[in-house]
């Protein structure tokens, strides 16, 4: 465990070991990653609410230092730049002299890296470093790279990490993992080791081992994370669609447009074939079709 007392230690050690920290701080109106310093850098009581074309910021009840969900940028623009000084050229007399550039990779040391984000790294690296023309700029600044993750516990409108299988608890990838644990009694953090490298630094930091209370805390947010329920459709063979006169590339047109059913229909099974018929009333398909042959509610993890 690391109180938050203690969270600058944590940046402290970062540098220290040559680390340039990047995390989350609000600028423009927005949650944005930039290069920080101390912890009141961080978006301290800040959240932000998303959804289809709106984002928006705002204050929380309390001071959670991660309590957003993901920002409108990404951390490919510190493992991947858009541009970079490969050589340069100099005239000298009728010759022209090329030099390459071979500067070194800098030291970025990610703070609040969430599951998704790292999902989205971990492709860029199977194109990248993971075929036989790799990027050499690239893989020295992947190596070159601390992470620091953070476990959600917010999630954005447009948020669909659990359908996925892409969060919201972080799995590989990391250095460092996080879980920020947040009430009237505590703010601390429940830190996970994910390699060598993060262990040898968190020994810098003070920190201590996780009680029961501790443990119970984390399971019951990562808990309250899981969706109270997913919709199953089930297409089966090309005949039942065309049966109920719907064409395949609609389907998923008609869930988007279910999704605000979706926590009603946790109670009550019945409400999203309901507004699943609404939307179909506009001609898709006649309202009288047997909706609860092919789309039902069902408890569990994930969209299945």
């Known amino acids: 465990m690391l109180e938050r007392a203690e969270l600058q230690r944590l940046l402290d050690a970062l540098r220290a070991a040559g680390y340039q920290v990047i995390g989350p701080t609000v600028r423009d109106a927005a949650i944005?990653?930039?290069?920080i310093e101390r912890v009141e850098d961080l978006p301290a009581g800040w959240t932000d609410r998303q959804d289809g074309g709106r984002y928006r910021l705002e204050r929380r009840a309390d001071q959670a230092l991660f309590g957003y969900a993901v920002g409108p940028q990404a951390w490919k623009r510190f493992v991947h730049p858009a541009s970079l000084t490969l050589w340069r050229a100099r005239r000298e007399g009728a010759a022209l002299?090329?030099?390459?550039?071979?500067?070194?990779?800098?030291?970025?040391?990610?703070?609040?890296?969430?599951s998704c984000?790292?999902?989205?790294?971990?492709?860029?690296?199977?194109?990248?470093?993971?075929?036989?023309?790799?990027?050499?700029?690239?893989?020295?600044r992947r190596?070159?790279?601390?992470?620091?993750a953070l476990n959600c516990g917010e999630a954005g409108g447009t948020c669909f990490c659990a359908s996925m299988k892409t969060g919201p608890r972080v799995e590989s990838g990391f250095d460092l993992a996080l879980t920020e644990l947040i009430d009237a009694q505590r703010h601390a953090f429940l830190v996970e080791v994910g390699s060598d490298k993060g262990a040898q630094l968190l020994e810098r930091v003070p920190h201590r081992e996780a009680g029961a209370g501790e443990l119970a805390a984390e399971a019951a947010l990562h808990e309250q994370r899981r969706p109270a329920a997913v919709v199953e459709v089930r297409v089966?063979?090309?005949?039942?669609?065309d049966r109920r006169r719907i064409e395949a590339e609609r389907l998923c047109v008609l869930l988007l447009d279910l999704a605000p059913a979706l926590v009603q229909a946790a109670i009550d099974e019945h409400a999203a074939i309901r507004a699943l018929e609404e939307v179909a009333g506009a001609g898709v398909t006649p309202r009288s079709a047997p909706w609860n042959e092919s789309f039902r509610v069902v408890s569990g993890r994930e969209v299945r």
């Open 143 to 148: 190596e070159a790279a601390f992470i620091v």
């Open 117 to 140: 984000e790292l999902h989205a790294i971990a492709i860029q690296d199977r194109v990248l470093i993971g075929d036989r023309h790799a990027d050499p700029v690239y893989r020295a």
């Open 97 to 114: 002299r090329v030099e390459a550039r071979a500067d070194e990779a800098p030291r970025y040391a990610l703070l609040g890296v969430r």
């Open 32 to 35: 944005v990653y930039d290069a």
């Open 236 to 241: 089966g063979e090309q005949h039942e669609v």
